[in-house]
């Protein structure tokens, strides 16, 4: 048998507590945020800015740093079909996007938003990936990648919403978000097409 094939153990089972870490620590942040989101107000439009808020948007920023332990994996494992653009640039960016809103002290009040649902479509995430890392096939992955989709999309219509409605936060941030997340609708859709529509499926995005 090719040594180079055979998964090391330890690492299986080190992604496996990952997965489950990750999940944990993303119901924890939906926990803390959900402060910003209510009926009708969906999008903490005009939310007061508050210390929870920012604590959490912090949070989430230190997160993104936990998540390279997805690439160092993907690196490890030498899956480097899975080192795609898509993969490479948002785990390179989003990481840089809540620095410099933490920086200039507006990762609070309406742009918790961002980090509320993304918790949400990451605990989705990485509930797929503990199921993968178990070695379990997840028969809804398509949803995943559908959430993850719909998810870039209501953080278009949020930037759309916020410099019309919004009068706390800064309106240019708002196309900072329209820009960041036209480049991950598309990079997103190309994969899904790549994935679940064209002939070959289960080939992977460049
Ligand atoms: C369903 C997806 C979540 C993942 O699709 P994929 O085709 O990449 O992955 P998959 O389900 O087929 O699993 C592939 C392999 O990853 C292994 N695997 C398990 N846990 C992992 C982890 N934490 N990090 C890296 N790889 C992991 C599985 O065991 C499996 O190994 P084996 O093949 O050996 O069995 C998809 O929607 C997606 O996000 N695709 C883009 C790729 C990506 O990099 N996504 C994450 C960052 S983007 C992001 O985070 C955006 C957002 O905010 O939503």
């Not at 944990?24 to 803390?32: A, D, E, H, P």
């Not at 479509?121 to 070695?135: D, E, L, N």
């Given at each position: ?45 005009n939310k007061p800015y ?146 679940y529509k064209s002939k070959?499926?289960g080939k992977k995005t460049?």
């Open positions: 048998m090719d040594k180079r094939n055979v998964e090391p153990f330890g690492l299986k089972l080190i992604m496996q507590v990952y997965n489950f870490a990750q999940v944990c620590l993303n119901v924890y942040m939906i926990y803390g945020l959900s402060e910003v989101v209510g009926v009708p107000n969906i999008f903490g439009i508050s210390a929870n808020l920012e604590f959490f948007c912090f949070v989430h920023f230190l997160s993104k740093a936990l998540d390279y332990f997805d690439t160092i994996f993907i690196i490890l494992r030498k899956k480097y079909d899975q080192l795609s653009v898509l993969h490479v640039y948002h785990h390179a960016s989003i990481g840089m996007v809540w620095a410099y809103l933490l920086q200039i002290g507006h990762a609070n009040g309406t742009a918790s938003y961002g980090a509320f649902i993304n918790s949400v479509i990451h605990f989705i995430m990485y509930s797929h990936y503990f199921i993968r890392s178990i070695g379990l096939e997840n028969p809804f992955k398509r949803l995943v990648t559908s959430a993850q989709i719909t998810q870039f999309y209501s953080c278009m219509l949020h930037a759309v919403l916020v410099p019309i409605y919004d009068e706390i936060i800064p309106k240019k941030l708002a196309i900072l978000q329209l820009c960041y997340h036209t480049t991950m609708i598309y990079l997103f859709t190309n994969f899904y097409n790549q994935q070959g499926k460049s």
